[in-house]
């Protein structure tokens, strides 16, 4: 029965060109049109391939005859080597149409490109038929031109595919950008690059940006370097980034969302961000990202800049942190710092962090204030601190400074540091408080003298910097004057044997203690010259204590054991004068 309609079929469509037989007169199936023979056969797989007939033909993939092997006429399966990638729906391309009829021989490629929803078409890159070394209607390869740089499998973006189409032509740049930037909401291409129709890079290229957009590219624009890990912002704002990078190292407590919060797209561009309020950036330098007052103290002086730059000056002993230890982050912004405690800071000079006429004492001036103050009051400036307190101490913070031993400070003035009485004796009066008050309350004569009027500057000496000579007495009394049975006569301090030069309750500043020549330290009152009287040369109550009395052992009157012979009672140096050394009279 079946070989019966066979033949019946055949003889049918023999008689279809006899002459004197009926002829068909309606017009023949699109697909039919299109592709002959083949479909009526497989009119299924035309009518899919329809839409690319303009392109494509069955003997375009079907080239061989081979008779008998299916039917009359009928052709072999292509090979490998011409259609590399079949689609696995046959000749049905459904979510691969938009490829056109590339996608039938190139299904593999044009899956990849249709994944990412490109935009793209294959003849976007493949531009010229290459019929006789390809096949009919088959495209060229892109030149560098206009591919300057695919990634390795040309049509499969992989890690890339955040970045869309353009990394099928510039993977280079997409590739370094990947890695710090690669993946955020925040960067596309399209947000410097913005597509404009009939560019003529091709068919949904783009725009290079301008420089409002872009006001500052990288030195190589898709490739910061060690600036990159100021994120995003270092593409179109490099300057910047490398300021940063070269002030602080890689972003990390600091970073641009530190201060720029996340603003409107519309306002800067695509995931712009707004400039910092007042509140969170008080003091801005002129140029913010590269600061020049106060730099050397890093990421706070991008905000705090008149605070740094008065900090400036003592910056090698002296930072932020020695104050501001313990991050508070959230508190002013991220990675912000607290207020110092007062068992840090027991005398904060102010907000402003200004020393001004504090100035000499240095960083210390900053947390000790009050002593720094009481020190200038008291003329006692030019000591600073780092005479008396030398060592470095880390119990008491930072740099912190030992206090100084006696033999540095022998009579210290007091933990103010300051004392308004003593202030005519300048800075003599820390390490010297009692002979100060003593010269204080007895004066040297009559005279308001101060200690530099004696002491001349003497740099170097075993005393320690700036410590001050001692003048000989002659100086201002005459170099006539001689002294009595001295040891060290010839001295600078020959004449305090027997006179007290910072001040005495006694007259002429004779001290009030006197060491006999046996070596006993005596007591002595000296308050009148009536010679032979209490308080004089000679006492009438007490026999040996008097001025003259207290060293003579061996004379023939007035001794210190109170004996020896009546003499006169007229004042002494009447007869023994002083310049002579109490020798007598001639």
Not at 505 to 526: I, K, Q, S, Y
């Amino acid at each position: 029965m079946r070989r019966a309609v066979l033949l019946l079929l055949a003889s049918t469509l023999a008689a279809c060109g006899d002459s004197g037989s009926t002829v068909y007169q309606g017009s023949p199936p699109a697909e039919a049109s299109a592709f002959g023979e083949c479909a009526f056969c497989h009119q299924t797989q035309a009518q899919q391939v329809l839409p690319f007939a303009a392109d494509l033909r069955c003997t375009t993939c079907h080239a061989q005859r081979l008779p008998g092997f299916v039917g009359r006429g009928h052709r072999a399966l292509p090979a490998a080597s011409l259609v590399p990638a079949f689609p696995a729906s046959g000749h049905e391309l459904g979510a691969l149409r938009a490829m056109g009829s590339c996608a039938y021989c190139h299904a593999e490629k044009a899956n990849s490109l249709n994944t990412g929803d490109l935009g793209l078409r294959c003849t976007d890159c493949h531009r010229e038929r290459l019929s006789p070394e390809y096949g009919p209607h088959h495209q060229s390869l892109p030149a560098p031109s206009l591919v300057p740089n695919p990634p390795p499998d040309p049509h499969d973006l992989q890690d890339l595919s955040f970045w869309g189409k353009c990394a099928l032509c510039h993977a280079e740049q997409a590739t370094s950008l990947a890695q710090p930037f690669g993946g955020t909401a925040a960067t596309a291409c399209t947000t410097c690059h913005r597509e404009v129709p009939g560019m003529p890079y091709g068919r949904g290229h783009a725009s290079r940006p301008g420089a409002q957009r872009v006001p500052d590219p990288a030195l190589e624009p898709h490739r910061p370097q060690a600036e990159a890990s100021w994120g995003d912002c270092a593409l179109c704002h490099n300057r910047a980034a490398r300021s940063l990078e070269a002030l602080l190292g890689p972003a990390g407590a600091l970073s641009c969302a530190t201060c720029h919060p996340l603003g409107s797209t519309s306002d800067f561009g695509p995931a712009h961000r707004l400039l910092p309020a007042a509140d969170l950036v008080p003091d801005r330098q002129p140029d913010p990202h590269a600061p020049r007052e106060g730099a050397a103290f890093g990421e706070c002086a991008l905000c705090h800049r008149s605070i740094a730059s008065a900090v400036s000056p003592v910056h090698a002993s002296l930072t932020c942190e020695v104050c501001h230890a313990a991050t508070s982050p959230g508190y002013y912004g991220r990675g912000h710092r607290t207020f110092p405690p007062a068992s840090l800071v027991p005398a904060f000079l102010g907000p402003a962090h200004e020393l001004g006429k504090q100035g000499v004492f240095g960083s210390c001036a900053f947390c000790h204030s009050d002593k720094a103050e009481a020190m200038r009051n008291s003329g006692a400036a030019e000591l600073g601190c780092l005479l008396c307190h030398e060592q470095e101490l880390g119990p008491f913070g930072p740099q912190h400074r030992s206090l100084p031993d006696a033999g540095g400070v022998p009579s210290f003035v007091g933990v103010n540091h300051g004392d308004a009485l003593l202030r005519p004796f300048g800075a003599c009066a820390f390490c010297h408080r009692a002979t100060t008050e003593h010269a204080v309350e007895f004066g040297h004569g009559n005279l308001e003298i101060e200690c530099d009027l004696c002491h001349a500057a003497a740099e170097g000496t075993p005393y320690g910097p700036g410590h001050a000579s001692i003048t000989g007495c002659a100086t201002c009394h005459g170099s006539e004057r001689r002294t009595h049975q001295d040891p060290r006569a010839g001295s600078p301090s020959e004449c305090a044997v027997c006179h007290d030069p910072h001040g005495s309750d006694n007259a002429f500043l004779l001290a009030r203690f006197v060491r006999a020549p046996n070596g006993e330290l005596v007591p002595l009152r000296f308050e009148n010259v009536r010679g032979l009287a209490d308080g004089s040369f000679a006492s009438v109550s007490g026999p040996g204590s008097g001025l003259c009395e207290v060293c003579h052992s061996a004379t023939r009157f007035f001794r210190n054991d109170g004996r020896g012979e009546p003499h006169f009672a007229f004042p002494c140096f009447t007869c023994h004068p002083h310049r002579l050394g109490f020798s007598v009279r001639p």
